[in-house]
């Protein structure tokens, strides 16, 4: 059974970080795309990042393009999305997946999903 949690969401303010990670089990992690989506009340699960098995390439939402960063460490089947410059309209549920291929946007093409973590961004 898949598993995935995230965690470091938490409250700050406009302009500051944080780190979000999503921890994978259940799976052969290194040979899986993964991605970072995020919804907010009343709205769709948007597409923000992803990354490729190996971590060698990466696909980011124009919104977030240069403020967030996706890296993985597959000895510790871990993604990362670092998020600086954070703005309010970041405010979501932050959301990890696991695709066979990184240049996927679409929810549709994720099959397994964790929890989520919030983030909210005061302003």
């Known amino acids: 059974q898949v598993r995935l949690v995230e965690s470091g969401g938490g409250l700050v303010q406009a302009g500051g970080s944080l780190r979000l990670s999503c921890v994978a089990s259940?799976?052969?992690?290194?040979?899986?795309?993964m991605g970072w989506f995020r919804q907010a009340p009343g709205k769709d699960r948007d597409f923000v990042a992803s990354i490729s098995s190996s971590g060698g390439s990466t696909n980011y939402a124009v919104s977030v393009k240069g403020r967030f960063t996706i890296s993985r460490d597959n000895a510790k089947n871990t993604v990362y999305l670092q998020m600086n410059s954070l703005k309010p309209e970041d405010t979501a549920v932050y959301y990890c997946g696991r695709s066979g291929s990184y240049w996927y946007t679409q929810p549709i093409n994720y099959d397994y999903w964790g929890q989520g973590t919030q983030v909210t961004v005061s302003s």
């Open positions: 259940g799976l052969t992690f290194r040979t899986y795309a």
